[in-house]
């Protein structure tokens, strides 16, 4: 079982940069793929970037490829997603997880507001 702890979430003008972390206990996160998820007001939660567990394989939507990239570092047990020209569309609440996600693992997330 793993448990999650997503941060550096803030407000960004349209064209910026931000970097999230997400923070995992359980020693099944070293060999799990991870995965980042963000979900709008309105919207339904939707995928935004998988990293296998080595790190040698990752995986993007179409709407931040090229803008986002997600990286990992086992030995510290976190995830993170740096984020580049941001975008008001991006503007969502952002969470981890597994990846296919465990339902059970949902934490509370990371609110990334974008302003134009």
């Known amino acids: 079982q793993v448990q999650l702890v997503e941060s550096g979430g803030g407000l960004v003008q349209a064209g910026g940069s931000l970097r999230l972390s997400c923070a995992a206990s359980?020693?099944?996160?070293?060999?799990?793929?991870m995965g980042w998820f963000r979900q709008a007001p309105g919207k339904e939660r939707e995928f935004v970037a998988a990293?296998?567990?080595?790190?040698?394989?990752?995986y993007y939507a179409d709407s931040v490829k090229g803008r986002f990239t997600i990286s990992r570092d086992n030995a510290k047990n976190t995830v993170y997603l740096q984020m580049n020209s941001l975008k008001p569309e991006d503007t969502a609440v952002y969470y981890c997880?597994?990846?296919?996600?465990?339902?059970?693992?949902w934490g509370q997330g990371t609110q990334v507001t974008v302003s134009s």
């Open positions: 990293i296998s567990w080595s790190g040698g394989v990752t």
């Open positions: 359980g020693r099944t996160f070293s060999r799990s793929a």
């Open positions: 997880n597994a990846n296919p996600p465990k339902s059970s693992s």
